[in-house]
């Protein structure tokens, strides 16, 4: 019964090739996000999806394409690997109703680009 | 822009001391703040979240504080153990309230 999954957990591809990444969350929340956690573990926002639609998109390269099938799934398709996308990517979500805006992450997908 | 600052990296205490830990934020002020730990190889897991008119909010061992004038929020654990041992992660809403964003996080030690 995990609240936010992902997969796969460990990702590594060559330089040039394109791969994605599955979440899913059995909350019932209406939001979900991706970041990405660099090697110096800082953690930055690049995608927001409320009920399928898109609300945040930070400045990421638009090899980068999120894609929300239905208000459970968002996931993380990238284009044309390159070595900086290495990286941990963290998909969360949260619910609307509440007054805050406390996310619940999945266990994250470790990219490594060769 | 907005930012939010954890002034140590690493901090490494003895098992049955209080760890205290700093958060620092600047060109805005929000309406809460939020505190999340971090273990290798895992998720950032919620622990708490304080708003601008709490003083104080504690759970269990767990205390912070937050202080308006210094744009400042302090995590404390007291009677630390070796099984606190993780990354905690400050964070606040950006001014839409459509997304969160971090500090950089203070990894703690405890030693026993």
Redesign the interface.
């Known amino acids: 019964d995990t609240a936010?999954s992902q997969t796969p957990k460990y990702l590594v591809t060559q330089m040039g090739n394109d791969k994605s990444i599955k979440c899913e969350q059995n909350l019932g929340h209406d939001t979900m996000?991706w970041y990405k956690q660099d090697s110096?573990?800082?953690?930055?926002?690049m995608f927001?999806y409320n009920n399928k639609e898109l609300?945040?998109n930070?400045t990421v390269p638009n090899r980068f394409s999120p894609k929300s099938p239905d208000k459970a799934h968002l996931n993380l398709h990238i284009n044309s690997l390159e070595l900086g996308d290495s990286a941990v990517y963290?998909c969360?979500s949260r619910h609307n109703g509440g007054s805050?805006?406390?996310?619940?992450?999945?266990?994250?997908t470790r990219l490594t680009v060769l | 822009s907005q930012k939010i600052e954890q002034n140590s990296e690493a901090l490494n205490i003895q098992e049955g001391k209080t760890a205290t830990l700093t958060c620092n934020y600047t060109n805005y002020s929000p309406a809460?703040l939020?505190w999340y730990r971090q273990d290798p190889?895992?998720?950032?897991?919620?622990l708490l979240?304080i708003r601008e008119n709490e003083k104080e909010k504690r759970k269990e061992r767990l205390k912070v504080t937050f202080d308006t004038t210094l744009k400042q929020s302090l995590f404390h654990i007291t009677a630390s153990q070796p099984a606190d041992s993780a990354?905690y992660?400050c964070a606040h809403?950006n001014q839409a309230?459509?997304?969160?964003?971090?500090g950089?996080?203070t990894t703690l030690s405890v030693s026993s």
């Open positions: 936010v996000y110096k573990k800082f953690l930055k926002i927001s609300i945040i930070e963290f969360a805050t805006d406390t996310q619940y992450f999945g266990p994250g | 809460y939020q190889g895992r998720g950032p897991v919620f979240l990354t992660l809403s309230g459509t997304a969160l964003i971090f950089k996080g």
